[in-house]
Nanobody
Framework: QVQLVESGGGLVQAGGSLRLSCAAS????????MGWFRQAPGKEREFVSA????????SYSDSVKGRFAISRDIAKRTVYLQMNSLKPDDTAVYYC????????????????WGQGTQVTVSS
């Protein structure tokens, strides 16, 4: 079992920055690929970014590439999402997730999810 707790969401003006954190407890943190997803009202949950468990390689959706950066601190069992140049379209609940196998961009890859943190970007 893995427990995930997100923090760092809030209200920010367009062009601003936020850093989300996801603290993990339970099984070995480095055993999991860690992903960030988001869900806006009336829309499906969508992939934002992931960092793979073995290589630490990262991937991003086209909509956030160049603006967001994912990183992890294995000793602190925490994954981060640095979000810069935020846009109103980035407004959503952001979820952290952990999975052991499968494509990093696919929701079904992930076995454990946090409760989500709200990010609101005003224009």
């Amino acid at each position: 079992q893995v427990q995930l707790v997100e923090s760092g969401g809030g209200l920010v003006q367009a062009g601003g920055s936020l850093r989300l954190s996801c603290a993990a407890s339970g099984r070995t943190f480095s055993s999991y690929t860690m992903g960030w997803f988001r869900q806006a009202p009336g829309k499906e949950r969508e992939f934002v970014s992931a960092i793979r468990r073995n290589t630490g390689s990262t991937s991003y959706s086209d909509s956030v590439k160049g603006r967001f950066a994912i990183s992890r601190d294995i000793a602190k069992r925490t994954v981060y999402l640095q979000m810069n140049s935020l846009k109103p379209d980035d407004t959503a609940v952001y979820y952290c997730a952990a999975g052991e196998a499968g494509a990093a961009r696919v929701v079904e890859t992930y076995d454990y999810w946090g409760q989500g943190t709200q990010v609101t970007v005003s224009s």
